[in-house]
């Protein structure tokens, strides 16, 4: 059996499908609410289905759980609950850290690539002796950064910990079901909108001194990507440490709406727009995987090109009548 913390989330999701298909038995933790989550599970329920608050009293029944996905997490770059964000994505997951450790169970942990902040400038590498050097710029990196460096510490203290653990710093995940992330939805299905509505792809002027507009990038990852990570690690119990999940390469915003819309069969039309306020001073105008280390531990499967992966999403997915996975 196989836990998954945010499992009608979007990553988590996607991994409750990739897991049914190898049948495995799933629980999935979430809350569905009334934003139609429960679509990202329709075609494939888990076993079980828990609220979080239920999560410790299942637990403490000693279920025969062989490894926990901890997807779930207060994950908005624009939260500003401190006590929620604590609770959620630093409390949580350390009481999920040690109840693996007690009885054995492997785990996997969502980290972001928010964690790098502004030291990002000037490297994304994951080594976790690199830690102390990063600066979140949001509460939600922060979050994340701290957990991290909690696993960190205790293991260099020798606390038990799980057989096997992997902390993933996901960078910009797209891919279906995401529909239900609000504002938080990726870039490229708020694209897709616009060009579909027939207006200009809009992406926000650079607010850093010297940086042209147009050169904005990110490590823009698939999410089909991100379960063959995952997977991959569950079917490499030997393999432990904190790494990143991205693709490696940084590609422009220009790349990502151009993409869009030669996927859509629209005009390349793109215009820029001034940046929201509430993200000046707390937005990463660049990012790239340093995908060393996994590639080291023995992950060699090539990643997906931004242009394939953008494709695959607006035409087998945003362009049908059925967006979901």
């Known amino acids: 059996m196989i836990i998954i913390t945010g499992g009608a989330g979007f990553i988590g999701s996607c991994l409750q499908a990739a897991l049914q298909a190898r049948g495995e038995q799933t629980v999935v933790v979430d809350w569905l609410g009334s934003q139609g989550k429960w679509r990202n599970i329709a075609r494939h329920p888990p076993d079980h289905l828990l609220t979080p608050e239920a ?40 009481r999920l850290w040690a109840w693996c450790a007690r009885h054995g169970v492997r785990f996997i942990y969502a980290s972001s690539a928010a964690t790098y902040g502004a030291a990002g400038d000037e490297s994304f590498s994951d080594d976790p002796a690199g830690l102390e050097a990063l600066r979140p710029l949001n509460l939600y990196g922060w979050s994340k950064h701290v957990f991290d460096r909690q696993v960190v510490a205790g293991l260099a203290r020798g606390a038990s910990s799980p057989p096997q653990w992997a902390g993933l710093k996901f960078f910009n995940v797209y891919g279906p079901n995401e529909y239900h992330k609000g504002p938080m939805v990726s870039v ?27 050169a904005q990038a990110r490590d823009f990852i698939w999410v089909g990507d991100v379960v063959d990570v995952t997977l991959w690690l569950l079917d490499s119990p030997h393999v432990s440490g904190l790494f990143n999940c991205g693709t490696g390469v940084a590609r422009s915003y220009l790349d990502l709406a151009h993409a869009v819309c030669d996927a859509a069969g629209r ?30 531990a023995g992950y060699a499967r090539p990643f997906t090109s ?20």
């Open 55 to 94: 999560l410790d009293d299942f637990l403490a029944g000693r279920p025969a759980v062989s490894a926990i996905l901890h997807m779930g997490a207060i994950s908005e770059t624009t939260a500003c609950d401190g006590d929620l964000a604590w609770r959620t994505n630093v409390d949580l997951s350390a």
């Open 188 to 214: 490229v299905k708020v694209k897709y909108d616009e060009v579909r509505r027939g207006q200009p792809a809009r992406l926000v002027r650079s607010d850093v001194p010297g940086l042209a507009d147009w």
């Open 267 to 296: 005009p390349r039309q793109v215009e820029f727009v001034d940046m929201p306020d509430a993200l000046r001073g707390h937005y990463q105008s660049y990012t790239r995987a340093d995908m060393t280390r996994l590639r080291q």
């Open 306 to 325: 931004l242009e394939d992966g953008i494709r695959r999403y607006v035409q087998d997915y945003l362009a049908t009548d059925d967006a979901y996975l």
